[in-house]
């Protein structure tokens, strides 16, 4: 076994939680992300002869109120929340650490760049996503982009006072000092300073944006209602609650536990990255 393996081992050993999570996480992604060639139901093929048929063999899931297998389109339906946390979690982290390296390091910046930021963030993140959908054509391609727009203030403040601590530094008067290129510096001394808590927080906005586009799709502002997603779903169920409840509970239990098991990584891997609490960790 290398180091690095035998380092992720005695971590899932002191962190079993982590590790279950982890292990959830990879089944639903491979399970959503392989749906179209497994061998399961059409999740668009409608039989009103089968409609709101309870959890069986058959249909493990039950079936909706068109006779669609509940189990099918939640597995498809995974794929949007994949996509959709994903792509949110890696845009806002992108542009929010290039944002809050310039914050941070650069003064005259700072001021103009963190007043734009409090003013998104004094805005709800569910009121401007419906906001920014409700003026686009609803898709994939909006909710991620209407998604990553509230949550990359988020990262620009953990980024900036990232860089703020480290600027303050001796070694970095030093270079500066000795005339060390900017780029440089911001490559070779900050970046790496700012990787940890940058991984950590992208956790928590995958998490996040998977239920921000539950919510739209819920509400009817987010994905198209024949496209198979998680929200979507429960939306259709929330009518039938008494007579069918397994059309809601089952696509919600799976977003539910997938949110859990999202935010669990996160705290697994802030004490892995963070060598404060790592050292805590290690005295268990």
């Not at 590790?19 to 668009?44: I, Q, T």
């Not at 003013?119 to 959908?133: E, G, K, N, Q, T």
């Not at 935010?263 to 005295?283: E, F, K, Q, S």
Request: proline letters at 7%.
């Amino acid at each position: 076994m290398t180091s690095a393996g035998a380092s992720l081992w005695r971590f899932a050993r002191r962190r079993p939680g982590a590790a279950v999570a982890g292990l959830f996480l990879l089944v639903v992604v491979l399970s959503a992300l392989l749906a179209p060639w497994l061998p399961l139901a059409d999740p668009l093929a409608m039989a009103p002869a089968q409609r709101l048929r309870a959890p069986s063999w058959e249909h493990p899931f039950g079936t909706d109120s068109f006779g669609r297998d509940v189990f099918s389109r939640a597995l498809h339906g995974g794929r949007v929340s994949i996509v959709v946390g994903v792509g949110v979690a890696t845009l806002s982290t992108v542009f929010g650490l290039v944002i809050g390296i310039v914050s941070g390091f650069y003064r005259m910046a700072d001021a103009i760049i963190m007043r734009v930021v409090d003013a998104l963030m004094s805005i709800p993140a569910i009121l401007l996503a419906i906001a920014l959908v409700s003026i686009n054509k609803p898709g994939t391609l909006t909710l991620v982009l209407a998604i990553t727009l509230p949550e990359i203030p988020r990262v620009v403040r953990v980024v900036r006072s990232v860089v703020l601590t480290v600027r303050e530094q001796t070694y970095i008067e030093a270079a500066i000092a000795v005339g060390t290129r900017p780029l440089k510096l911001l490559a070779k001394h900050v970046l790496p300073n700012s990787m940890a808590p940058l991984i950590v927080q992208a956790t928590f906005i995958c998490a996040l944006a998977v239920i921000l586009e539950a919510s739209l799709s819920f509400l009817g502002a987010g994905t198209p209602p024949e496209t198979p997603s998680w929200g979507n779903m429960m939306s259709a169920g929330r009518t039938f609650i008494r007579n069918a409840p397994w059309i809601l509970l089952c696509p919600g239990c799976l977003l539910g536990l997938t949110v859990l098991s999202i935010n669990i990584l996160g705290d697994g891997l802030r004490d892995l990255l963070d060598p404060r609490m790592a050292g805590r960790v290690a005295l268990r």
